[in-house]
């Protein structure tokens, strides 16, 4: 089962006006809005939750989330100067480190993205991958908008399942002397 904190619920309608048309009106490397708007989650918690449990705990988790959110920044510029540049290597390379991070954090709305702009940069078909990146960052603008919040939440929800999970079983397990 798939647990998703869905941050960006609120956001879609202004992430839909600013991915354009769609359907057939939509010119042919425009995003569909299907990756962003519909079903999929935006977050999904299990990946934390694993890192959670791999180091006992979720403080971890939390710094990875932390560091996660204040280099996407980073990571999609240095993407974007590559494929401004047209430089093939290099947008696959960043693009891969976005991508790399942003699934392993559970950010699955940008990990799709990245995953749908792969194929762009490696035929070297730069105008549509440069129309993909514009998607990709007004996504990872709202994500960085709703960072405080969705660090609060994230925080919350992890601490009440450590908290859920070390409590003491009461029960018939006493000890006498």
Not at 78 to 92: C, H, M
Request: glycine share 6%.
């Amino acid at each position: 089962m798939r647990t998703t904190v869905n941050m960006l619920r609120a956001e879609q309608p202004a992430i839909a006006e600013a991915l354009g048309p769609t359907g057939a009106e939509a010119a042919p490397c425009v995003p569909s809005l299907s990756g962003v708007i519909g079903d999929s989650p935006v977050f999904d918690l299990q990946s934390l939750r694993d890192i959670a449990d791999d180091t006992e705990g979720p403080a971890l988790a939390l710094q990875f989330l932390k560091d996660f959110l204040s280099l996407q920044q980073v990571r999609l510029s240095r993407f974007l100067a590559a494929l401004a540049a047209e430089e093939p290597a290099a947008s696959v390379d960043a693009l891969l480190s976005l991508h790399t991070a942003s699934a392993m954090a559970g950010a699955t709305e940008i990990a799709e993205r990245c995953a749908s702009i792969l194929p762009l940069v490696v035929a070297r078909n730069f105008a549509c991958a440069r129309v993909q990146a514009a998607a990709l960052q007004r996504i990872i603008d709202v994500l960085a908008a709703a960072s405080p919040m969705l660090l609060e939440q994230v925080k919350a929800r992890l601490g009440a399942e450590a908290a859920a999970a070390f409590r003491p079983v009461s029960g018939s397990c006493s000890q006498d002397g």
